[in-house]
């Protein structure tokens, strides 16, 4: 088979492409366009009906940005960047949903899609290397590479909570929002007016929470951690800042070339113990008062996630001001973390989000204090008590990083499961690859880049078509990370992971959501910058990172 025209390989009847990407979200709408402009046939496999990936399926009352808006959009067209106007600095889903809807159309991606497909297997065939790929649905297809677009936060988690199929009011995972009517957000009605049930407190459930509260007869918050939150500070783009901000263009997208984590908020080079007790307090609170986005976490002195001393400064700070918000000094404390220090856990944006707690018809329930027993045909039960309800919202996160891959059963060069590689210890080479697994790529793979999505997916999917076309060029067909490689990023990633205080708490990020899964930060911590160079030094080497055939 040649490259460019899908065709059927060998004596096999199932249409073979050079590459099949799983994924029409943020990088698997990039990597089809930038595949494609290189000449490679492609098919990109989508199990929603829609592009979009994670702003297809989070159409839940809230869900927006939380970073800003013209740093969060794909830069590889400068008329792209010119042409849309993004209408507030942390857009709302619909917005983003739009936007990508318009990128899909404007680069003409659609004919190279096939929607309502999920993947459910993928085997490496050693013979003629390439993967076989099985959906759901049974249809079946080849390719030389296969390249996983999945998304890190996309495998849905619903809590192993008794008795769920006996209740009579309605239940959902708030990535499975039901859709609106007509637009490309979700429905509002589905709470109106309702007793309504949110299990979850983390970034999700932040945004979700006041929402629900203004429609709703009542709102539960089944809490069993509380999380620290800043403040979003969102705000309307009117048309003269929207020009203002299109002139700094260069200037901004610099700003997240160089910084740690490609956002537009760089670290305040000074120790917290740099400076006098009153300078510190009047940088927080500036930052508390007027920082966008992540500028309380991000653009904070250079040690807040470093050392644990300077981490509790702030933590104490931010308590102050959710005593100072929340009127009820009782629900106050239960919504003060306790369990880690502020930044440990990926920081929840908030608009209101603490207000909400002062209102007749919200109650915060902590299910440390009375854990949920089961749910019940009427509501859910705790140890205390019954709730009655008519809707259950799960916001309850997502097997993350690892789960979109896992879930598939993906065999490698000798027959072994993906699962069962990572189910002991999680390796990688870069988060792009991982050995015994030939042609098989990751894009914000676990071990990938903690940063702005969109910046760091163009960077791997960058790195994979060049990979492709080098490949092409020789007529080389095989590309595996070798065993040394892989060990010395896996060691390199734990590494940089160490220097930071993420792993010294529970969360997501290292897995301890999903009962069983082995302990390793699912994203690179080490400097985007540094992720680039190496990704860069990679390719001038012409690739003795892999074992190329
Ligand atoms: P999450 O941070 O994992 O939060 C899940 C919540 O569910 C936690 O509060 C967890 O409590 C709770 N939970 C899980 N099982 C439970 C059980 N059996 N009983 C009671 N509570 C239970 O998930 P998420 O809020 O969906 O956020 C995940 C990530 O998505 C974020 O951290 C962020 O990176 C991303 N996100 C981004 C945006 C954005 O960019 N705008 C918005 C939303 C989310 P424990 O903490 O006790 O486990």
Known sequence: MSYAQPGTAGNSSIPTYDALIVGAGVSGLYQVLRLREAGFSVLCLEAGSGVGGTWY???YPGARFDSESYTYAYTFSEELLRDWNWSEHFAAQPETLAYLNHVADRFDLRPHIRFDTRVAAATFDETDHRWEVLTESGACFRARFLIMASGILSATQLPDIPGVDSFRGQCFHTSRWPHAPEGLGGDKSVYQGKRVGVIGSGATAVQLIPHVAEGAAHLHVFQRTANWCAPLHNAPIPAEEQAALKVRYPEILALCDRTAGA????????????????????????LYQNGRGFALWLGNFRDVMTDIRANRLLSEFVAKKIRARVKDPAVAEKLIPTTHGFGQRRVPMETNYYETYNRANVTLVDVREQPIECITPKGIRTAAQEYELDLIIFATGFDAGTGAITRIDIRGSDGRLIRDKWSRELKTFMGLQTAGFPNLFMHIGPHAAFCNIPRCAQVTVDWVTD?????????????????????????????????????KANSWLMGDNIPGKPRALLLYAGPA???RRKCREVAESGYQALELR
């Open 57 to 59: 399926w989070n159409r």
């Open 529 to 531: 910058p540094l992720f």
């Open 263 to 286: 956002f537009m908020h760089e670290f305040d080079q000074r120790s917290m113990f740099e400076v006098s007790d009153a300078e510190r307090e009047a940088k927080f609170e500036a």
């Open 467 to 503: 990979l492709a076309c080098h490949m092409r060029d020789r007529g080389l067909t095989r590309a595996e990370p070798t065993a040394a490689a892989e060990d010395e990023w896996t060691r390199h990633a734990e590494e940089e992971a160490d220097k930071t205080l993420l792993t």
